[in-house]
């Protein structure tokens, strides 16, 4: 107990010290400021050139406000463009939907193309078999690109080929582009998708 009184009345003397070192900084003890002067001795101060006012007439005030006066004053002047044709407000909403669709399909055709470039890159072709062999599968994939789950829906007839096909998408595992699909196009297009596999 007696310790911890100890160390508040020394946190209290530390307290009263610093104050007082703040007040003192700041001047509070100082009950007369003296005023300095800026310049300690006065400054000759010589012109370099002279100039001569005359002083001004009443006739010369009256030829300067005679000529303000004779100044002709601009008008503003308002020029309508020419008159814009009214347009229908289902014609905006028709080209804007068909911006937005074109600009949809540019991106499920983008996003779709990097999908397929990867699995293809991905894909190790089985020794032997035959050209021409195709297999659906389809795809459960989440918003951050993972792919959740694959299944084969339609067999190529030959399980090697459907198995490095299925092998293929295990190994991409993750696109990483799905971070800029718009929510709604990934929901529409990409969350489940089917993908006919004929790399060969």
């Not at 010369?60 to 303000?68: D, L, V």
């Not at 014609?91 to 999908?115: P, T, V």
Request: with cysteine; glycine share 2%; aromatic share 8%.
């Amino acid at each position: 107990m007696q310790i911890k009184s100890d160390y508040l009345i020394a946190s209290f003397i530390s307290f009263l010290l610093h104050a007082l070192i703040i007040l003192y900084l700041m001047d509070f003890f100082y009950s007369e400021k003296q005023v300095r002067p800026i310049l300690s001795k006065a400054i000759n101060v010589n012109l370099l050139f002279k100039q001569d006012i005359k002083p001004i007439s009443k006739t010369e005030i009256i030829e300067e406000k005679a000529t303000i006066n004779s100044i002709t004053t601009v008008e503003n002047i308002i020029s309508l463009s020419p008159k814009i044709e009214s347009t229908n407000i289902r014609n905006l909403i028709r080209e804007d939907q068909l911006i937005m669709s074109n600009s949809e399909e540019d991106q499920l055709n983008q996003f779709s193309n990097m999908m397929v470039q990867l699995i293809q890159s991905a894909w190790i072709k089985p020794q032997n078999i035959q050209d021409g062999l195709v297999c659906n599968l389809r795809m459960l994939i989440n918003k951050n690109g993972r792919i959740v789950k694959v299944d084969l829906i339609e067999s190529s007839g030959n399980i090697r080929f459907d198995n490095s096909a299925i092998k293929a998408i295990s190994r991409v595992e993750t696109f990483s582009f799905f971070n800029e699909i718009p929510f709604n196009l990934y929901q529409k297009n990409f969350k489940n998708i089917v993908i006919t596999f004929n790399p060969l």
